[in-house]
Each structure stands twice: as C-alpha cells, then as structure tokens.
C-alpha cells in the first residue's frame, strides 16, 4: 500500500531534515535534480585526513520521499570512506527507508544517493584518481 | 439524444476496465488527459480484426487483404467525418500526435521554412509541440517568437498581433492546453495568421476527446491529434492537413506504401495521404480508433463536451473548498475538462501517491510542460481530467482523498 510510504518518521525526516544546511569550507559539492518531478538535491562534504565523511550537509526541494531519503543518507554516511559510500546500492536505501518504495517512486527514493556519488566521481576526477 | 446529459451508468457498463478494483477500491480513473479508457467497441475491433481479418493492406489481392483495406479505409473516412475534413484524403494515419507534429516540421517545415523566417508558439505547449520547431528553427536558421498566455484570461490577440509579420511561415498553438484546461481561441489565431500568410498548426490532442473538432470552422491548416487520448488504441493517431498542402509536401519517412514507382537511384511519391504512411501502416490501431470516433459520435460530441466542462467545473469549485489547494487555469464557467492544482506545499507526487492509496488516478508532474511550470512557479502539478465514464461521485472521491493527503501531512 502506498500510504506506507508516509509513514511518521519519513514524515518527520522530511518535515524536519537532518543534517540540512551548508558547510563553511566543503570538499565535495554537488547538486542534480530529477527533471521528471522537479526535486532537487544539493549535498556538500567535508572529509577528514583518512577520506573519511566528517560532516555532510544538504539542503533541496522536492517531493517527501526524496527530502527524507537524502535525510537519512546524510546520517548513515557519516564516517563512510569514499570507497565505502560508492558501493552502497538503491538496495541499501530502500533498507535504510524502510518502506515500500513503489516503482514509479525509485527515482526519488535514490535521488540523494546518486548526487552523493556523482560528486564524489567528480571530486576524484578533479583530483587525478 | 442532445439536449440529454450522458447517461453515466450505461457509459460506465461499456467500459470493461471500470470494473476492476485498485488497493481495494473502486476504480476512480481521473488520468484521462494521459490516456482515456477504452470502451469494449474498442476492444472489439481490434479482438475481431486480428481474430478474423488479419492481412496487410493495399498490397495483396486475396480476401483477408481486401477486408482489411477496407476496414482501414472506413476507419479514415471514419475519423474525416468527425473532423468534418472536406475528404478522407486529408486525414494521415501516425502514431500520435507526436510523430503528426513531427511531420509537419520536418516534411512541410524543411521545405518552407528558411533562414531568417519566423515560427510563433505559445509559451504553454506541451513539449511535443515545442522540441520539433526548435529542432526545426535550428536546422534552417529560422527565428522562434513566443506569445506569453495568461493562465487565467487566456489568449490576448493583440499579443499574437505583436509577433506576427511578413516574416511569420508558421503559427502553432494547443486548442486547449493539457495543464490550465484553457481553450485558445484557434479560429481567430487561424484568421490574423492567414493575413501574413502563415500556416497554421494546432495541437488537438486535448480538445479532439472533448469537443466536436470541426477543421473547416477552425480555419487551421494542420491539426494533431492522439488515438489513445480519444478512446482508440495506442499507437494511432491523426495529421489531418489540407489536401493542397499535403499534395505540395514532400515526404516525411521513405519505404514501401508511400511510393509510385521506384527506380535504383530515385523515385517518385503516391498522392496524399499514402505519401506520408511508408511503411506497413497502423492498422489495428486505425480500426481501433474509428471504432471510437462511432462510439463517441454514437453518444453525441456536443453531449460530451458538456459532461466533461461540468464535471471540471464541479471538481474546480470543490477543490477550492478543501484549505491549501490552488487551482491554476481559467475560471470554473470557462474551464475545459481537466484541472491542475498544488495543495499548501506538498508535492504533487505526494500527494498523487497518497491519492492513490484511496483508489483515485490522478497525473502528478510537470505534464511535459516545463516552460510553463516555471512560469506558474511550481515544478509539479497534480492534475484531474475527465472523461464520458466520470461522475460527481468521482468528484466526491477525489477530495475526500485529497483531504485524506491533507491529514497526513497534518496540514
């Protein structure tokens, strides 16, 4: 049922999102939208010596399941390596999410994940990797 | 009968898909600017044509070829009489209105349009209407003008006006626009443009299942138009152009069906409309959709178009009343059969989602028209439409849904 996909605390995370905002001096920067619906994803990074998540903020405008999804991966990536965040899968957030996530809403569902990880092949592209 | 509402409870019973449940409710089947329902004298014809008479058309003599041609040929002079085309040569069968606008601007565009000649479109087209003249002013070098539309009031023709000279090849324009169930008013463009010698296309996608389309009154000279939205199969639908234009353009697609005699290294083009149908032509799809031109003339166009404004009407003023929900378009008295709003700032897949939850289809998203979100300043819409099988009972489950979506996000 597809009212399972609003349940409370996806709710919450999308009312009240983790983790929201900017950074003073971000390594990362990326941002993408999904131009089927509108939403809009724009994440920064900050690593610590070891290429390790020591904070991560977001801030973007779309539909509950894409705010709140972003929400919940900027707290599971915390302490992440690089390595670690580009093998996570849409498996990996539909887990962390918890919810039916009907076909039509997968795209939303893995919106933050896919701007995480393209800005972290640019990031390395950048530096030579 | 006219005069006579459509009686929605024999409608419904020729709708097979109406019976079918979804999570556990009745089907509440408001998506019908996407694609409508298809009545069982739908069905039928396709069941009947690949059961009974399967063969290809206009090639071979034997009898399956010659029940087929026929049935193809009848679906055209089918879909000719409810366009009130002067002949059945004028209606070209494609697969939508998306490969018939094609064709104009690539077959009519590439060979009219030159560097420094102008294309106008309104700044509320579906993309199907705009990406082929971009891709066409491109080609050739040619200058796009855009007429901004008000939401509300509509099209100003002194705006048309403004845009228009000697320069002008080519004037486009939606008869009624799939997001503000706004109707533009196509005779009068049709008249200013003739008067700087443009052509004058029109999207009918929306208004062919709506309303009687009469193409002589409209005064255009191409016009566009979907089977699937119209109640036939998908995969079908209609250029219909005039026959002096048509007979004057050059071909769109190259292949069989479409040629007069064929040489190794050049051949010469059959007359209209088989000049632009190469190939093996649509047609199951054809059939189909003359099947559901006879359905609808069967219940009466003038009768459809008032059940549908009535029912958008109804559904416009509910909506207003349930807190948070805007409405985007005309007024309720001057409103086509569908309506676009947002409620409070949910987003319209959200709420489409949770709508669903309660049995009702709605279309959420940009609808294809991504210029004209920007300008209402919404990235997505949820939209209702309406079709022959809809009635106030519909209305009544899309807001109790909608309040519903309202107290999950306790707005």
């Known amino acids: 049922m597809t009212a399972d996909m609003y349940r409370e605390y996806i709710l919450q995370h999308y009312r009240s999102p983790r983790n929201y905002g900017r950074l003073e001096n971000p390594d990362i920067v990326h941002e993408d939208d999904n131009p089927l619906c509108g939403d809009q994803v724009h994440i920064e990074v900050a690593l610590d010596d070891q290429d390790r998540v020591a904070d991560i903020r977001f801030q973007g405008k779309g539909c509950a399941i894409s705010q709140a999804s972003t929400s919940i991966l900027t707290d599971k990536v915390k302490g992440k390596t690089l390595e670690e965040i580009k093998a996570l899968t849409k498996d990996d957030v539909f887990q962390w999410l918890r919810i039916p996530i009907s076909p039509m809403r997968v795209k939303c569902a893995v919106l933050g994940l896919m701007v995480l990880q393209a800005g972290i092949h640019h990031y390395e592209a950048r530096r030579g990797r | ?411």
């Open chain 2, 1 to 411: 009968m006219r005069g006579m509402p459509v009686d929605i409870e024999a409608v419904r019973r020729d709708f097979p898909i109406l019976a079918r449940q979804v999570h556990g409710k009745r089907l509440v089947y408001l998506d019908n600017a996407a694609t409508t329902q298809k009545p069982a004298a739908v069905i039928e014809a396709l069941d009947r044509y690949y059961r009974n008479y399967n063969a290809n058309v206009h090639r071979s003599v034997h009898k399956l070829a010659e029940e087929a041609t026929l049935a193809y040929e009848s679906a055209r002079q089918e879909v000719a009489r409810f366009l009130n085309a002067a002949r059945p040569e004028e209606v070209v069968f494609t697969s939508g209105t998306t490969e018939a606008l094609n064709l104009v601007a690539y077959a009519w565009g590439r060979a009219n349009v030159r560097a420094g000649d102008a294309i106008v479109y309104t700044d509320i087209e579906h993309h199907s209407n705009l990406v082929p003249w971009q891709l066409l002013a491109e080609a050739v070098g040619a200058e796009i003008r855009v007429v901004e539309v008000d939401p509300e009031a509509g099209l100003d023709l002194d705006r048309l006006e403004a845009v228009l000279d000697e320069r002008v090849r080519l004037v486009t324009l939606p008869h009624i626009s799939n997001v503000l169930g706004l109707e533009l008013p196509v005779a009068e463009v049709a008249r200013r443009a003739h008067q700087v010698g443009a052509v004058v296309v029109v999207d009918a996608a929306q208004s062919a299942p709506q309303q009687p389309i009469d193409v002589q009154a409209l005064g255009c000279d191409f016009l566009a138009l979907s089977g699937h939205k119209l109640y036939g199969p998908t995969g079908i639908g209609v250029l219909w152009g005039r026959y002096e234009l048509l007979a004057a353009m050059p071909p769109f697609l190259g292949g069989g069906e479409m040629i007069r005699r064929v040489g190794l290294t050049r051949s010469t083009f059959a007359d209209p409309p088989a000049r632009f149908e190469a190939g093996t032509p649509k047609i199951a799809g054809a059939i189909g959709l003359g099947a559901a031109v006879e359905y609808l003339e069967g219940l009466g166009m003038d009768r459809v178009a008032a059940h549908d404004r009535a029912l958008a009407a109804q559904a416009h003023e509910a909506l207003l009343e349930v807190p948070g929900v805007t409405v985007y378009g005309p007024p309720p008295d001057r409103r086509a059969g569908l309506v676009a709003f947002s409620l409070d700032d949910i987003h319209a897949h959200d709420l489409a989602s949770l709508v669903d939850t309660e049995g009702v289809a709605i279309r959420a998203g940009h609808h294809c028209c991504m210029p004209l979100h920007d300008r209402l300043g919404v990235p997505a819409t949820a939209r209702a439409s309406f079709a022959v099988y809809n009635g106030p009972d519909d209305i009544e489950a899309l807001v109790r849904a909608v309040h519903a979506a309202r107290k999950v996000f306790n707005r």
